[in-house]
């Protein structure tokens, strides 16, 4: 079965260091990505542009629009990914250099980080982005649920406000990543209701191999998950992803198949982040 980490990382970000070496374990580079990737069958990545100029910022005011990956000099052929939107640059020359970004056929999407910059999914900042995203025909992925940082504000990343987005822009697909975790309820009702919200499975889990199972055999830690993506009554909505670095691929693989009924399998690894990102079939 081929797969596609819909939701990964490839960013020189201070926080993502320091997970993988003190809770994924993981070798967070070009070498450890390649592979991963290799011993897992993950034919494609898509990566989260995402910046910081100040040191632990993750994402800080002074990135510019549009962020893309910098972990390395050497993206893997096997990476492709979302531009990063920061919404204090949304200039008319920062929107210029986004939109000659949406050209690259490495660019199949764009990420808008709800929660980390305090601005709603529906605010009119985000207008001209969507404006974009239907000229070129790409998804919006937006954060949503709990921050990665403390000083994020979770009343901008709660999944019900992405309802009015997905209402007023209807010719646009959107993903709303890590499934709203933990208002994977509230979630699985805005991607129920709308033809256009999709939902990715990815930092649904931080941490190694051990961690993964031992949150996989808590008799209650996923009942709130399991209750959802039930609810929702349609698993070709969702997309695998891994949110690498905070957990090792194959591990995570196993745990997500677990969860999703093995007749959806190749539309959850597959089917679905191409039917999203349709840029990606060149690469695949």
Known sequence: MKIIDAHMHFSNIESFKETAKNQSMLDYSYEGIMKEYEESDVALGIGMGLTEKENAGFPDPLSPTPMGLDLDERIPDSVVYCAGVNPHHLEAPDLEALEKTLNDPKVVGMKIYLGYYRFYAYDEIYQPVYELAAKYSMPVVFHTG???????????????????????????????????????????????????????????VVGNAEDIKRYHSSPRFF???????????????????TDWPLVPVQPYIEFVKDIIPEEYHEDVFYHTAVKVFPKIKRFL
């Open 146 to 204: 709990d921050t990665y940082s403390e000083r994020g504000l979770l009343k901008y990343s709660h999944p019900l406000t992405l309802d009015e987005v997905a209402v007023q822009h209807r010719n646009v697909n959107f993903v709303m990543a890590h499934f709203g975790d933990p208002w994977t309820l509230d979630g699985a009702e805005v991607v129920y209701k709308n033809r256009n919200m999709f939902a990715d499975l990815s930092g649904l």
């Open 223 to 241: 009942n709130h998950l399991k209750h959802a993506l039930t609810f929702t009554d349609n698993y070709k909505k969702f997309l695998f992803g």
